[in-house]
């Protein structure tokens, strides 16, 4: 069996996904752009919503995985008096509401009592979760629904605006990863004694990248490699530490939990260390490597 060869372009790219394409998509025309297959991004965007995708190239696809967890920010507009199939409005219409418009301030004291903070979710059918081993849209597309136990997330903030629909307001939401905006505009409406879904979902920032940082899929911006761990405590290794690192040899771990990245002098990043036991920091990937 031939060997696969290994990737030559290595970066990051921090994208501004078009609506009407699948995160897949954008990868696969990252794929042909950049001539290099193993491109992999962090945190999917459904093909109606828009906004930052992060993208990892080459090498910094061993880095994605750190990215999972990271603080999102959201935009969207949620529709009150109707519910979708899909809680958003790609979806068909299953259920009407006669809803007054509800108020701003009503609406705020709800969000402020119910959905901010550490709280329960119920992931929506369709979403990228698996069920025994079966992601839930794919089960949603045959028409079938299975029960969901509720998932602790958390939203730090939920801010909302009146727009000059009375049945429709803008929401801004910063939460943590595992969220589902679908699901809290859906369940803000059901909260408010009707329905909701949402429309224009945007995200806005990943982590420490923001879509003022973005480009285009037409110009493709990479990124340096060091910039996939923007987000990390940073530490600069001397010769013997590099040497130690490279060789997957475990030391003291800094001050925190972890990650942390490290650099030679040079500034070229060397490795990213985890927690290890004891506050025994370890290697966990590492560039450049002897083995």
Known sequence: MARRRPPTVHGLVLLDKPAGMTSHDVVFKLRKHFGEKRIGHAGTLDPDATGLLVIGVGNATRLIRFMGDMDKTYSCE?????????????GVTTATYEMTPPNIEDIRRIVAEKFVGDIMQIPPMVSALRVDGVRLHQLAREGIEVERQPRPITVYSYDVEPTDDPMVIRATVRCGGGTYIRSLGADLG????????????????????????????????????????R????????????????????????????????????????????LWRDRIAKPTVVFGGRG
């Open 231 to 274: 987000g990390m405590p940073m530490h600069v290794l001397d010769a013997e530490g590099v040497d130690n690192a490279q060789f997957g040899r475990v030391r003291e771990a800094w001050d925190g939990d972890g990650p942390w990245a490290c650099t030679d002098t040079d500034g070229e990043l060397i490795a990213v260390f985890e």
């Open 78 to 90: 949620i529709v009150f008096g109707t519910e979708t199939d899909t809680l958003d409005d790609s």
């Open 190 to 229: 059901t909260a408010l004694g009707g329905g909701a879904h949402i429309r224009t979902l945007r995200r806005h920032t990943t982590g420490p990248y923001s879509l003022d940082d973005a480009c285009t899929l037409e110009e493709p911006v990479l990124l340096p490699l060091i910039d996939t761990v």
